[in-house]
Antibody
Framework: QVQLVESGGGVVQPGVSLRLSCAAS????????MHWVRQAPGKGLEWVAF????????YYADSVKGRFTISRDNSKNTLYLQMNSLRAEDTAVYYC????????????????WGQGTLVTVSS | SYELTQPPSVSVSPGQTARITCSAA??????AYWYQQKPGQAPVLVIY???ERPSGIPERFSGSSSGTTVTLTISGVQAEDEADYYC??????????FGGGTKLTVL
C-alpha cells in the first residue's frame, strides 16, 4: 500500500533553514509528480510546491518562491523540501502528497497524503 | 490569479443531502478534486476529475460539474461525514489552488 512518511519538522527561529524529507513506498515513485502542501494552525490547506516525476519541472506558490526548493531523489524514493529564511507565517503542518496522475508534466490532484510534520517558526 | 470559492459552512441533518459548491472566479477550471479532512488527520481524496470516486469511498459521495462550478454531493449524510471539505484544481501555469474549505456540520 502507498505510504508517505514525512520527517524533519521542529521548532526553529526566524531566518534559519530546515529541510523536510518524505519517504515514499508502495508505488513507482519515479512515475509520479509529488507535492508539498501545508496547513497553518486552524487554517485551510495551502499548496506549497510541485515537482514533476522526473524532477525536470518545479512550481511554487508565490508565498514561498525564492525561499523554498523542492527536490527528489528517485533512486531513494524520497522527496525533499529545503526551506530557507523561515518566517513566523511558515508555521504549519507540512504534508507530502502524491499526484494522482502518472507521467504528466503538470500537477493534477492528490490521491495519497502523508501524516504531516509540524514546523514551528518562533523566536 | 486563479481562485476557488466555497461556502464556509454547510449544515444538514442525518439522512439528508449535503451539497458543497466550489466556484472558479475566472477562466474555466480544469478538473476538480475534493478532499475530506477530519480534525487531527490528513486529508483524504473523496472525488477526483470532477465526478470520479476512488475505491473505498462510499457511494453516497458524488461530484458534478457545470460551467465554472463543481459540486460535492453527500447523499444520506451520516454523523461520520462531519468534517472539513476542500476543493482543489490546477491552473494552466502548473500551480495548484485550493478552495477555502467548507465545514460540514451534521445536526
Amino acid at each position: 500500500q502507498v505510504q508517505l512518511v514525512e520527517s524533519g519538522g521542529g521548532v526553529v527561529q526566524p531566518g534559519v533553514s530546515l529541510r523536510l524529507s518524505c519517504a515514499a513506498s508502495g508505488f513507482t515513485f519515479s512515475n509520479y509528480g509529488m507535492h508539498w502542501v501545508r496547513q497553518a494552525p486552524g487554517k485551510g490547506l495551502e499548496w506549497v510546491a510541485f515537482i514533476r516525476y522526473d524532477g525536470s519541472n518545479k512550481y511554487y506558490a508565490d508565498s514561498v518562491k525564492g525561499r523554498f526548493t523542492i527536490s527528489r531523489d528517485n533512486s531513494k524514493n524520497t522527496l525533499y523540501l529545503q526551506m530557507n529564511s523561515l518566517r513566523a507565517e511558515d508555521t504549519a503542518v507540512y504534508y507530502c502528497a502524491k499526484d494522482a496522475t502518472d507521467l504528466v508534466a503538470a500537477a493534477t490532484g492528490f490521491d495519497y497524503w502523508g501524516q504531516g510534520t509540524l514546523v514551528t517558526v518562533s523566536s | 490569479s486563479y481562485e476557488l470559492t466555497q461556502p464556509p459552512s454547510v449544515s444538514v441533518s442525518p439522512g439528508q443531502t449535503a451539497r458543497i459548491t466550489c466556484s472558479a472566479a475566472a477562466l474555466p477550471k480544469q478538473y476538480a478534486y475534493w478532499y475530506q479532512q477530519k480534525p487531527g488527520q490528513a486529508p483524504v481524496l473523496v472525488i477526483y476529475k470532477d465526478s470520479e470516486r476512488p475505491s473505498g469511498i462510499p457511494e453516497r459521495f458524488s461530484g458534478s460539474s457545470s460551467g465554472t462550478t463543481v459540486t460535492l454531493t453527500i447523499s444520506g449524510v451520516q454523523a461520520e461525514d462531519e468534517a472539513d471539505y476542500y476543493c482543489q484544481s490546477a491552473d494552466s501555469s502548473g500551480t495548484v489552488v485550493f478552495g477555502g474549505g467548507t465545514k460540514l456540520t451534521v445536526l
